[in-house]
């Protein structure tokens, strides 16, 4: 009888510890897939393992690599942390069920509703970790400065020919077309991208930087290109790419109306994350002004997290963060993706 008792205890205190040393383990690790690969983001990770024990194993790839990974992987992924680059693509994952609502404080506090998913009663999924304007790139010595202050003006019969577009289903064009669409109504924004295919000087080709060069090289006088891609040209060790920035003009567009369109480098704790605390904890330590300078100045972006600001010659070059921002949430992103793709089809815009 005394023997069972002290076996028995034994073995609860065996199960017991055993059961702490398997949560020890758990508690230790995440799993991070990552569709950015900047140096700077190295520093970050460290820094969350040296300040919380836990470790990150990393899964680098594209966001339709990631993607198509975490559906391959269903319910079985590993996944803890989902980090993707640009509103559409979070929005579109979002919307095949890949991540999970969380709630925190710390991110509520942290981060501008409009650069998040929209709050539902369970939590908010995808976050904004770094923010880049959606900017216009033009010759000036081929089009006037008051010509192209404005995203609608880009669809004014005055740029015929002029333009350079990279594909108009690309992500970062989905997403200012949709908040551009959101504050025209349908019928206005519809007839806003037939204006600009209107104006293409050709087929939409290449990536942003390409749009940028060809407008140094005179292939067109106007382009719309993210703020970072600029950035990273002036700050470019050839000079060839300097010269490209020192053809071009800069263009925060709508300062005078609704702002210029900014999106975002973001992330989410994914669906079937196993080790969901530390998850979370990993999206509030990205919001922290440590994470936030480093997250941001890796790709030449601005902190999203309020009162963040950064240190970066080429941003300051380019007029800096005060510019007027669209005050229309990235989360209508999510809501316009398919109308703003049949519209697309319709005016042909490829
Ligand atoms: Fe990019």
Known sequence: MKLHKTFALALSALTLSLAATSAVAQSQV???????HYASDEIIFNEFTRTTGIRINRVEADDAGIVARLRAEGAASPADVVLMV?????ARADAEGLFQPIKSAALDAAIPATLRAAATPDG?????????????AYDPTRVRSEDVQTYEQLADPKLRGMLCSRSGSHPYNLS?????????????????????????ARQPVGGDTDQIRAVASGECAVA?????YAARLI??????????????????????????????????????????ANAIKFMEFLATPFAQEYFANGNNEYPTAQGVTVNNPA???????NFKQETIPLAVVAQNL???QQMLDRVRFR
């Open 30 to 36: 995440l799993n991070l897939y990552s569709a950015r």
């Open 124 to 136: 908010i999924t995808w976050t904004g970790f770094s923010k880049r304007a959606r900017v216009i």
């Open 86 to 90: 640009d509103a559409a693509r979070l």
């Open 235 to 276: 700050r470019s060790d050839r000079p060839a790419d300097r010269a490209v920035m020192e053809r071009v003009r800069i263009v925060h567009p709508n300062q005078a109306t609704s702002g210029t369109h900014v999106n975002i480098a973001g992330g989410a704790v994914a669906r079937h994350a196993p080790n969901r």
């Open 315 to 321: 941003l300051t070059a380019l007029g800096g963060d």
């Open 224 to 228: 719309i290109t993210n703020s970072y």
């Open 176 to 200: 200012l077309f949709a908040t551009v669409v959101e504050r025209l109504g349908d019928q206005q924004g519809e007839a806003w991208l037939q204006g600009l295919v209107n104006n293409l």
């Open 338 to 340: 398919t109308k703003i």
